[in-house]
C-alpha cells in the first residue's frame, strides 16, 4: 500500500510493514499519515491519502512456513562447554565472545554490510537440555618412571609434608614466585632466563645467582632437578608441560601440600618390612623393602568417571590365569549395549552367562535390554583374552579393587595412564608377583616358574605365607625424608573440593 503526499518530499520505507511513503514538513500530517498506517495494519483495508487518489491494491505476499526446530549435528560432547577445570599450570581458557543483546526499541532496520550472508532465524531452545559431557582427561604429561629409590609413602611422610607446606606457605606470604610464560633451553639468555633462575630459585637452595641471564650449566642441571621432583622427563628443557608446572601459581602448591597432608592423617597403614604402594596421581607401583623402593613399576590407575579408591589392605595370593568376574556396573553399562548391538560379543569374549545356581544360560536367551540383564553372573575364562591378564593380585577389601595384569600391555608406554575402571594394572606384573612369593612370604615360586604355569593355561591359586601390605593413596604433593617436595597433577581434582571423593 502507497501513502501519497505532497510533491516535494523525499521517501522512505517502513521496515516493520513494508510501507511505501514520503516525509512532510508538517507534524500535523505526519500523525495523519502515521494514524492511517495503524488503522491499515489493524483492518487491512486500502489507506488512501489525503489527495483522495486510489491506491493501487498490493499482490499477496508469498507464505513462507515458520521455521522448524534447527537439527543439530554436533554429539552431545560438542553441544555444551567441558565441566573438567584446566591442567595445573594451563592458561585459563579465553571466555567466549557473545552477540550484544537485541535492542529494546525493537529489531534494527540497518542493512547488513555488502557480500555479508543473510542472518539465519534464530532456532528455538530444545525441549531436553544437551546430555553432560564426560570430562576430557588432561594432556600427556611427558612422564618419566622415577629411579629414585626413596618410596612415596614412609611413615614420616605426613610429618614431611606439613613442615614442606609451612615452608611453601612463607613462599605465598612473601607474593609467590614469577612466571616464566616462554619456551626456553640452552643458549637462551636475556630477561626470560633471569626470570626462570628466579623461578627455580624459589624452590631450589641450590641456585646461587638467581639474577644471571645467561643460560648455563648449572641452570641445565636445576631444570632437570625441578622436572624430577614433577615426574617428568630430564630433558633440561623448559617447554609443554615442564613449562605448565613452572607456571603453576604457588598457592596452588600449597595447597596440594596442605591437601595430601590432610588425606595422611587418615591413614592408618601397617608399615612393615616390605610393602607396597600405589600413589594413584603418579600412576606408579613401588615395592619397598627394608625402607627402599626395590621394584617400581608403572601403571593405569582408574580413569576420571571410575577413581582408584585409596585403601589399606594386604595382599593375601597371586592367581595365575584368573578368570574374571564382570561387576554388574559394567554389565548394565557396556556389556548388554554391546550385546544388543552384536549378539556374538560374549561368545567372541569367551564370557559365560550363569545363573544364581551357578548354572551357565544361552544369552540368546537374555533380554539384555532389560534391567534383569545384570543380574546374572557374567565370567570371562582365562586365557589371552582376558581382561585381567595372566596375574591377579587377591588383596580383599571393601572396594573389590585388585592389582592385575592386562592383555593391552602397550597401554603402559602412555604419558596418560588414568584408564582403568578402578583396578590397578601393572605393567611387569609377573615380577612384582615373583616378589611377593619370593623371600618371607615362604611360597618360593620363581619368575621362571610363574611364567611356566602361565604358558601351561592352568589356573592356579598361590597364597602367601606372609601377607603383604599395601597402600593406595592420592598424594599429590608430598615431601620425601630427605626433604624433596614432589608434585603431580591432581587429575581427579580431589585437591579442589577438599575432600576425598567417595567411591
Known sequence: MILIAPRGRTATRCARHGVKMKRTASARNFRLLLAALLAAAATGAPVRAQTGTPETAPAPAQSTPAPGPAQSTSPPSEAAPSTQAPPLGAAPASPAQTPPPPSEAGPSTSAPPLSAAPAAPASPAPAQAARKPKPKPAPPRETALSDDPTPALQPQTFYTTSKAADRYRQIVDAGGWPTVGVSLRPGSKGAAVSTLRRRLAAEDDSIADAAKPKWDADLTAAVKRFQFRMGLKQTGVVAGATLRELDVPAETRLLQLDSTARRLTALEFAFGPRYIVVNIPSTAVDAVEDDRVVRRYAAIVGDLEH??????????????????????????????????????????????????????????????????????????????????????????????????????????????????????RVQGVVDLAAWLLDGESGSQMSKDEINKQIASGAREEVKLTHHVPAAWVYMTGWASADGVVHFRDDVYHLDEVGEIAEQ
Open 307 to 424: 577413581h582408584s579408591p585409596e585403601l589399606q589392605a594386604k595382599v593375601v595370593a597371586v592367581n595365575i590365569n584368573p578368570t574374571w568376574t564382570v561387576p554388574a556396573s559394567i554389565v548394565k553399562s557396556e556389556i548388554a549395549p554391546k550385546m544388543l548391538k552384536d549378539p556374538t560379543y560374549l561368545k567372541r569374549s569367551h564370557i559365560r552367562v550363569l545363573n544364581a545356581h551357578g548354572e551357565e544360560v544361552d544369552p540368546r536367551s537374555i533380554n539384555w535390554a532389560s534391567e534383569r540383564a545384570a543380574q546374572y553372573t557374567l565370567r570371562q575364562d582365562s586365557g589371552t583374552d582376558n581382561s585381567l591378564g595372566s596375574i591377579r593380585i587377591s588383596m580383599p577389601n571393601r572396594y573389590s579393587v585388585y592389582m592385575h595384569d592386562t592383555p593391552s600391555r602397550n597401554l603402559f608406554a602412555n604419558d596418560y595412564r588414568f584408564l582403568s575402571h578402578g583396578c590397578v
